[in-house]
């Protein structure tokens, strides 16, 4: 469907960048920043409040954040507001898009937003309060809400202004940029040496990327924890293996790598200590992959969908379980993913092995369930959308993980039936979440209706329609999400489900509304497009 | 508790602006400003609180904000209308001179009203953003002290890099 499959990762919005500025320490004040009355016997009247000052602590700001926590890819597609812990289902109109190990809600309309908690100084105010109508504590205010462009030019209003934003760049932790075409790198050097404090940096790239950026990123940030590249537009992404493997393993602080668009790469080696989670997306035939990162807990690899992709995966597999013994997140998404895959993943015998997601791979069969199963008992997310597993498949899920499953992804996976679905409903009592979308697929409807040929619909008797169609129940005592996008055939849906919030039931062509039941928690129901 | 409270069913504060006007507030829209909530509690909210950095055009304008908001929120209407109706309020309600903003903000900051002070600072600092550095030295009175030298180097090492 979808050449490019985008990485799941955070959406930076098209507002132009934003970054975030953490509370950095500052030395003793002479008179309040607050009230600028002498601090020396003085009580504050703000200072009790002082955490509600600022602008993290309210709603807006809150809602506005995208800052992304360790371990938690989202899904780029919906940008609706939906509770922690819940992964949402894909578009109608898209593949499958990779998994959430942990989902966090992200507003799409962030960003603009400077945000940081920094007091300010008493000096501060004195410089601030001559110059201009607003008492200094209100500008610092003012001026920290500015996105980094508003920001730099603020600093040409005055001496006093100058001083402002020069701390607040000093004081940067975390800075979002989009980067435009016309973008030119020796300001973008510039700007990343005004924060030598910088502890993540999140680039969305409209203009092509290559070594270059990655040197500036190394000079200037000698602190890097978290570095997140993400592509838009038609920017390519030049850099290979070898430079990205330097980056990594002369960043010794460095936990978090997120980039997209990697395919160029060709094939790398990665040593780092530190390293702990690491994305890449878009990777196409890499001749060699190594991992020497012993503290790596979450990797997410999803290749091209290019049919010439001729990356060994089993090969790759299995030195990945070798040289990262405490991964517990795995995520790849890949045409090429086998059983034989499998059978390296499961030899690897990873203890702390928690979520596991096998996207795409057609090949993966119920034989592979078996061989997950018997390896890794304590999955608490499963997602083997795409593959070919059957009910049967579904049934060694619902013995080995009734303990633990509160995730089960199995979209686009042709072979199940409403059975199957209902069986790990009524077996898998943790389930919050299922995924089940283009599964239980009108196949006849769908050939007529592309086919437009109505003399077929004469010829096929009506008892094999009817056939088609399948009745879904599902009583579950806590699942919240629940997808079934795309099951045209599907005419059927009971529901008893208390705890479910969200029911994504996109393109259930033949679900009518009033075939259609949930008893008790119709109100908390969340009906996208009843189609 | 206060004489002039008993007598009436809702208590009644009296605020007097710089300029010596006197507002009649109720509780609920006083205790929104925090530096009163705190003379309130003390009891020392008698005869009428003395306001002396905030004039009655503005005084005027916040209580207006505060009033809106106390209504809005005890209101039985569902807490999503609310909010929108709160957000299309202030929308409206930024929407005045720049000089009455820049009031507004010190203010809010003098009376400690959070929601308000987070309002305009937002206003104030999107107005910012898309003004030259001529028009936002105007707006908030401030003179361009650089030398031209100092100003050269100031540009310079604070060029944005994406435009």
């Known amino acids: ?16 960048a934003a970054f975030l500025i953490k509370r950095g320490k500052k030395r003793g004040n002479y008179s309040c920043g607050k009230c600028g009355l002498p601090k020396k016997g003085h009580n504050c009247r703000f200072t009790e409040n002082d955490k509600d000052f600022s602008p993290a602590s309210t709603p807006a700001a809150a809602a506005s954040s995208t800052t992304v926590t360790d371990s938690a890819p989202v899904e780029e597609s919906v940008a609706l507001m939906s509770p922690r812990s819940v992964v949402r289902p894909p578009p109608p109109t898209r593949l ?24 300010p100084e008493m000096e501060l105010s004195v410089d601030v309060s001559g110059s201009g109508m607003l008492p200094g504590s209100c500008l610092w205010e003012v001026l920290r809400r500015l996105p980094p462009a508003g920001l730099l030019s603020a600093a040409r209003v005055c001496k006093g202004w100058c001083d402002i934003t020069r701390r607040f760049w000093r004081a940067a932790e975390e800075i979002r940029l989009r980067v435009p075409s016309s973008a030119q790198i020796g300001f973008f050097g510039s700007m990343l040496q005004k924060c030598p404090g910088l502890v993540r940096l999140s680039l969305k790239m409209e203009s092509d990327v290559d070594a270059t950026i990655l040197a500036c990123i190394a000079f200037s940030c000698p602190n ?25 393993s002369e960043k010794r602080c460095l936990t978090s790598l997120k980039m997209e668009g990697c395919c160029n790469l060709g094939g790398f080696s990665f040593s780092s200590s530190s390293l702990s989670t690491i994305w890449l997306s878009d990777l196409h035939s890499l001749s060699k992959m190594v991992f020497n990162c012993p503290n790596l807990k979450e990797i997410s690899l999803s290749f091209s969908r290019q049919a010439n992709d001729r990356t060994d995966l089993t090969t790759i597999v299995d030195g990945l379980g070798r040289s990262c013994p405490k991964l517990q997140n795995i995520h790849i998404a890949s045409v090429r993913l086998s059983h034989s895959v499998v059978l390296a993943l499961t030899a690897a015998n990873l203890r702390g092995l928690r979520m596991l997601s096998l996207v795409l791979g057609s090949e993966i069969s119920d034989a592979s369930v078996a061989a997950i199963a018997s390896s890794y008992s304590n999955l608490e997310l499963l997602d083997l959308s795409g593959s070919s597993i059957s009910d049967s498949g579904i049934g060694m899920i619902c013995n080995v993980f009734a303990e633990t499953l509160s995730k089960l992804l199995l979209a686009l996976c042709p072979n199940i039936t409403s059975s199957g679905i209902q069986f790990a409903s009524a077996q898998l009592p943790h389930l919050e979440l299922i995924d089940c979308g283009m599964t239980i697929c009108d196949h006849n409807s769908e050939i007529l209706t592309d086919e437009e040929n109505d003399e077929e619909l004469h010829k096929t008797p009506n008892s094999k329609l009817h056939l088609a169609y399948q009745k879904l129940i599902i009583k579950h005592s806590r699942l919240k999400k629940l997808s079934l996008w795309g099951c045209s055939g599907l005419d059927a849906l009971y529901l008893n489900c208390p705890e479910l919030n969200d029911l994504n039931l996109n393109s259930c062509g033949n679900l009518h509304p009033g075939r259609y039941f949930n008893v008790r928690a119709a109100q908390s129901i969340i009906l996208k497009r009843f189609l | 508790m206060s004489s002039s409270t008993e007598l009436t069913e809702k208590k009644v504060f009296l605020l007097k602006s710089l300029d010596g006007v006197i507002f009649e507030v109720e509780e609920s829209v006083a205790v929104q400003l925090e530096v009163i909530r705190e003379l309130i509690e003390g009891d020392c909210a008698r005869p009428f609180i003395s306001l002396y950095n905030v ?9 207006e904000y505060c009033k809106h908001h106390a209504e809005t929120c005890s209101g039985g209407t569902s807490a999503t209308i609310a909010d929108e109706d709160l957000k299309t309020f202030d929308n409206e309600f ?41 028009e936002v030295r105007k707006m908030f009175n401030v003179e361009n002290d650089f030398s031209v030298v100092e100003e050269k180097a100031v540009r310079k090492e604070f060029a944005w890099a994406f435009k």
């Open chain 2, 94 to 134: 930024m929407n005045v001179d720049e000089n009455i903003l820049l009031e507004l903000c010190s203010a809010a900051d003098y009376l400690d009203i959070k929601s308000l002070f987070e309002l305009t600072c937002r206003t104030l600092a999107s107005l910012i953003k898309d003004r030259t550095i001529i």
């Open chain 1, 224 to 248: 890097l924890q978290s570095l997140e590249i993400f592509m838009s537009g038609n920017s390519s992404n030049r850099i290979t293996g070898d430079e990205l493997g330097r980056l990594i």
């Open chain 1, 1 to 16: 469907m979808h050449r490019h499959q985008p990485h799941p990762a955070t959406p930076i919005t098209d507002a132009d």
């Open chain 1, 96 to 119: 499958r898009r990779a998994l959430s190990f942990e989902d966090i809600s992200v507003d799409d309309s962030v960003v603009e937003d400077v945000r940081n908690k920094i007091e």
């Open chain 2, 55 to 63: 004039t009655s055009e503005i005084l005027a304008l916040v209580i």
